[in-house]
Nanobody
């Protein structure tokens, strides 16, 4: 059973920055993709950013230019650096891992609140 533990969420003013972390209980070589999704109140869960096992990245439209995904294979951790945050970035951010086979794994989420 893969476990994903997110951290780094919190309250920040508009224009500020946060870095989210997602620690996986498996080595980051054993996956297809890993990334972040978010869900704002009353809205569907949407892609923020994903990174493949080969290091290629894909970003949702809302993240481009402001958010950066990266990984540390030694620490089995994926990060999401979020800059120039806006109130509309307020959401629960979920870590996702797509294994080599089977269903995706999800973390419990970390809340990011951006005040205006």
């Amino acid at each position: 059973q893969v476990q994903l533990v997110e951290s780094g969420g919190g309250l920040v003013q508009a224009g500020g920055s946060l870095r989210l972390s997602c620690a996986a209980s498996i080595r980051l070589f054993n996956f297809n993709a890993m990334g972040w999704y978010r869900q704002a109140p009353g809205k569907q869960r949407e892609l923020v950013a994903v990174i493949s096992s080969r290091g290629s990245t894909n970003y949702g439209d809302s993240a481009k230019g402001r958010l950066t995904i990266s990984r540390d294979n030694v620490k089995n951790t994926v990060y999401l650096q979020m800059n120039s945050l806006k109130p509309e970035d307020t959401a629960v951010y979920y870590c996702m891992l797509e294994p080599l086979g089977g269903m995706n794994y999800w973390g419990k989420g970390t809340l990011v609140t951006v005040s205006s």
